[in-house]
């Protein structure tokens, strides 16, 4: 045999297109020649081919060999195709001989890894994405010992590891078959997971409305914004919200994985399951963010999916790297375009973030300590644009804690354990009526599940005209309303519900025009008072 064929996969954002990795070996000057746009690491591995071959006591063919990756036209990057080349060379020139004993029926078998010097195989990156597509057709994957733990959760019963060039090589040959990967075991991950607990919701002193906002964001999975000084708590009320929310399923956990493998990172086994937090700090750029690069790699939206996004001190990151959040928060999707690739990848992740109610955090303190202008107010608050705001379904002030609220003995607070029960019987109830989760509804599934009754039909009509409500903001409070009703077990949203949801949305209640007296939201403000809340002082 002078052509020999291999099959792989190569890794294009969350696909694995078929790779077959074909070598052939003529008679001439020695040369070796790999083509198809391999990438510069791919080429480097003709040094690393030819010194794993010699050093498992294989010769290296003389004369000509040409690899060709096929299709011409794909990108091929990373090591992944060490094993194949190496394989491809084995057999075309006859040192390893197909098994005459297997079935004609047997799957296809796809190889995968990066070699070593002296032939080990070194784990690659990205394989569980190869690994889904590879399921979907039944074909049998030959992975590295060190991808085995990442691959198992898929396919284990198509896997096979191995740690040397030399135990492939017996595979094919026949001369002793590679076990199949063991299956994922649940157990241990609950054990990795079990070493760091969660921060507990009952640690959070006080704050009471954001404590109340953020189950609500956590049972719909709705955005939120909390407002207020520092050192009240707004970072601890974020890092709390995944304790609050459900486990994945099996689907939701795969594309978490599958995302993370793509990703710059590689995927931790002891991590498969639990739900993404992500927390960029505020100098990320709009590629750190969105996704992009030379390869369109998924950003933090993406990397956030079925999770949560946390972005502190919201104010300082770039006016470019906030408005690129619009859209996604929309579509729950996007598409990061290079010149040579366009990928589009999901980005349904719940976005909380935390903002200072002014440029010194100081505002609304009784010490009368800010002396902060309401023209710095204002462009402070600028930096948050109203599109953006427009798209967030909650908006809550978090005030100044009295000391009394540190000295007094602790009140039997709520525990992160109880509301994470209640948030998963309310999903429940979303998935079952509905099909996904309030926050994801439809403009025609908002018409249908959270049309309010008649007397919240009416403070909603009143309200938009009084708060000068955009449509988007109107939908955006009837999901949110809708969660509240769930929560206390009503049927469909009454006026009750309505109002709460207007109180979550604290800074249109200071955005329009001054409600008048008696208004849901407060009193009547001052034309020229800073359009946020935390103006107030505490009693």
């Known amino acids: 045999m002078t052509v020999a064929r291999v099959s792989c996969r190569a890794q294009i954002g969350l696909e694995a297109p078929i790779v077959q990795v074909e070598v052939n070996l003529a008679a001439g000057l020695p040369a070796f020649c790999i083509v198809g746009l391999p990438a510069t690491v791919v080429k480097e591995s003709k040094e690393r081919v030819r010194a794993a071959l010699l050093n498992s006591h294989f010769e290296f063919p003389a004369g000509r060999i040409t690899v060709s990756l096929a299709p011409a036209e794909l990108p091929k990057e990373g090591g992944r195709y060490d094993l194949p ?28 890894g990066e070699l070593g010097l002296s032939g080990e195989l070194k784990p690659v990156r990205g394989l569980l994405i190869a690994a889904a597509h590879a399921r979907a057709q039944g074909h049998e994957l030959i992975v590295p010992r060190g991808n085995a733990a990442e691959i198992r959760t898929v396919a284990p019963a198509l896997t096979r590891a ?7 090589c017996a595979h094919v040959s026949g001369a002793a078959a590679l076990p199949l990967a063991p299956a994922a075991d ?10 760091s607990p969660a921060p507990d919701l009952a640690e959070v002193r006080g704050q009471i409305q954001a404590k109340r906002a953020l189950v609500i964001a956590a049972a719909g999975a709705h955005s939120l914004l909390l407002v207020g000084p520092p050192g009240v708590g707004k970072s601890m009320l974020a890092q709390r919200l995944p304790g609050l929310l459900p486990p994945l399923s099996d689907r939701e956990a795969l594309e978490v994985a599958a995302i993370a493998a793509a990703g710059p990172a590689s995927l931790t086994h002891g991590c498969f399951g639990a739900r993404p937090f992500r927390a960029p700090h505020h100098s990320a750029s709009v590629a750190a963010l969105v996704g992009g690069g030379a390869r369109a790699q998924p950003g933090e939206i993406s990397l956030a999916h079925h999770g949560v996004l946390f972005l502190d001190e919201l104010p300082e990151f770039e006016h470019a790297v906030l408005e690129a959040l619009r859209e996604p928060l929309e579509s729950g999707r996007i598409a990061v375009s290079r ?15 935390t903002m200072n109610p002014c440029p010194c955090g100081r505002l609304g303190d009784a010490s009368e300590l800010c002396r902060c202008t309401q023209p710095q107010v204002r462009r ?35 525990s992160s354990a109880a509301a994470a029960e209640r948030v998963a019987r309310v ?23 959270c049309s309010p009754d008649r007397p919240g039909a009416r403070l909603l009509e009143t309200s938009m005209h009084r708060l000068g409500l955009s449509g ?13 009703a769930d929560l206390a077990g ?50």
Not at 88 to 109: F, K, N, T, Y
Not at 186 to 195: D, F, L, V
Request: proline share 7%; glycine share 8%; hydrophobic share 45%.
């Open 85 to 112: 080349i190496a394989l491809g060379i084995l057999l075309a020139s006859g040192q390893v001989r197909p098994s005459a004993r297997r079935d004609a029926c047997a799957p296809v078998r796809e190889f995968y």
């Open 162 to 168: 191995a740690g040397h060039l030399l135990e492939v």
């Open 186 to 195: 649940a157990a241990s991950g609950e054990q990795a997971h079990a070493g």
């Open 339 to 353: 010149a040579a690739q366009r990928v589009e990848y999901p980005a349904a992740f719940q976005l909380i973030a």
């Open 380 to 414: 402070y608050r600028a930096r948050v644009s109203g599109p953006l705001l427009d798209r967030l379904d909650m908006h809550v002030e978090v005030p100044w804690l009295r000391a009394a609220d540190f000295d007094a003995p602790a009140r039997a607070e709520e």
């Open 427 to 449: 999903r429940a109830l979303q998935l079952e009526r509905q099909g996904v989760c309030n926050a994801r509804l439809s403009d025609e599934g908002v018409r249908r599940w």
């Open 472 to 484: 988007r903001a109107r939908q955006r409070l009837l999901k949110v309303a809708r969660t509240i």
């Open 490 to 539: 009503a049927v469909i949203p009454g006026r009750a519900a309505v109002a709460e949801a207007l109180m979550l949305r604290c800074l249109d209640r200071g955005a329009g025009a001054p409600p008048a007296s008696g208004a849901v939201g407060g009193s009547a403000r001052s034309a020229s008072a800073p359009s946020a809340p935390c103006s107030r002082r505490p009693a």
